[in-house]
């Protein structure tokens, strides 16, 4: 097998220069992401039957099918979906002009939301009540409570997870091609389709993720310190 | 000052507390005695509303409320003038020392940095931590966590501070150090509200007690009479069981 070195290092330069819409993705997916499944997780714990119903069936439906279906369906259903609505609403906008990437920010968004939702609410479900409890008895409202006493305690549980909720959401994110963005992998794939350099290129990509998911790693790693100094092995 | 009316209270069926009537003046140290399960531990979270008795009525000073009834506004007025202190401590894991203190005051009383510092470290100092305000709650033992659960009553300068049985998951030998905070609070004046298993430190501490049974006041009065001369046949069985030693006593 001959590998070609100098297609390898240039494409290996590409996949870097890539980086940051994978990055971009990622961040703001996460950051659409983070509050909803806050917000819905908040409201999974409390009663109020429809709603848990709705809820549920919304993160059933992202767990139970394949991302790619998931990207498929709203790729190529929700654009003339909005389309037609601003055409409804008489709004001069073209959706099919936009730039592909919000179709990603959607589709990941979506996906990330239903997932860190579960992650949430067991992690707030793990925090005893009697944190409350003392927090109300001290004078604080249920949101101050929820602020500074429950949330950051939270966190520490559900960092792990969100952690591994944000490297798949990477690994994941090589599927933007399909929606026409220019990511990592899209980038490398154009480059091989080329000349037939397709080893080479999948090598790239394949360092770019495990190079990109090992520092993102790290960084959980001393996020998790740095938010759980309170945590004293005894 | 604190007044609360027969106070009913029913989880599904089960009916825990059958119309309760306390009188609290300023000054006064409340002890509540009773076997587990007759509802003492209900009674002081109806009062500061972490449970909702059913019905119900209270004067605290200038409020005067049906229990049941009680909005968001009024609830958190009472909490503002009552402090709790935990069986179980209950101290912000994420919060050091000092922050357990100062919570209260910051956050939940808008008091302003330093003079909630000022307060908290005062607070502290009484309960002898004064050397562990930069430590967090897991580096604590039961009793030192206890302390500072105190502490974080003491320092917002409640109206009165409820006690549920605050030495009961403690070491045997820690004990006294908490019981020696309170009795400390006592003789300061510190209303108080305290549900204990102690017995001698009731009969020291209490300036009323009350023998409460199935979800009733059976019987109260000053800590003489009840530890003396108890009136009731329940009363007296309970004594007799807390305090064997009365019946080898000759
Ligand atoms: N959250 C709850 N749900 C259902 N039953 C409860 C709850 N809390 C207390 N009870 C019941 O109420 C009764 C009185 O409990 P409690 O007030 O804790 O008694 P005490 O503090 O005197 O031991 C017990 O029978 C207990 O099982
Ligand atoms: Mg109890």
Sequence with gaps: MDINYQ????????????????????????????????YLAVIRLRPGKYIQIIISGYITFVRGTPIVLQILIIYSILPSFLNSVAKGFALEVNVF????????????????TALLCEVFRSALASINKGQLEAALCAGMTTVQAYRHIIVPQALVVAMPNICNITVKLIKGTSLAFLMTV???????????????????????????????CSVVQVAFAFAERHVGKFRFIK | MLKITNVHKKYNDNEVLKGVDINVAKGDVVVILGPSGSGKTTLLRCINF??????????????????????ADEVRKIRQKTAFVFQNYNLFQN??????????????????????VDLALKALAKVGLSDRVNFYPSQLSGGQQQRVGIARAIAVQPDVILFDEPTS???????????????????????????THEMKFAADVATHVIFMADGNIV????????????????????????????????
Excluded: C
Excluded at chain 1, 98 to 107: E, H, K, L, Q, S
Excluded at chain 2, 169 to 187: F, M, R, W
């Design chain 1, 7 to 38: 297609f390898l290092i240039k494409t290996f330069y590409l996949v870097l220069a890539a980086v940051p819409t994978t990055l971009n993705i990622t961040a703001v997916s996460l950051l659409i992401a983070m509050p909803l499944a806050f």
């Design chain 1, 97 to 112: 002009d936009w730039n592909p990437i919000i179709y990603a920010y959607i589709v990941f968004s979506l996906n990330t």
């Design chain 1, 182 to 212: 220019k990511d990592m992998t899209a980038v490398a794939k154009i480059a091989a389709s080329y000349g037939y350099n397709y080893i080479e290129a999948y090598m790239d990509v394949f360092a770019g993720y495990v190079i990109v």
């Design chain 2, 50 to 71: 972490l449970d909702h008795a059913d019905q119900g009525e209270m004067e605290f000073d200038e409020y005067h409320l049906q229990m049941h009834s009680a909005t």
């Design chain 2, 95 to 116: 919060k050091t020392v000092l922050e357990n203190v100062t919570a209260g005051l910051i956050i939940g009383r808008n008091i302003e940095k330093n003079e909630a």
């Design chain 2, 169 to 195: 998951a403690l070491d045997p030998e820690l004990i006294s150090e908490v019981l020696g905070i309170i009795k400390q609070l006592a003789e300061e004046g510190t209303t108080m509200i305290i549900v």
């Design chain 2, 219 to 250: 019987e109260e009065g000053r800590p003489k009479d009840i530890f003396q001369s108890p009136k009731e046949e329940r009363t007296r069985n309970f004594l007799r069981r807390v305090l064997p030693q009365v019946e080898y006593n000759i």
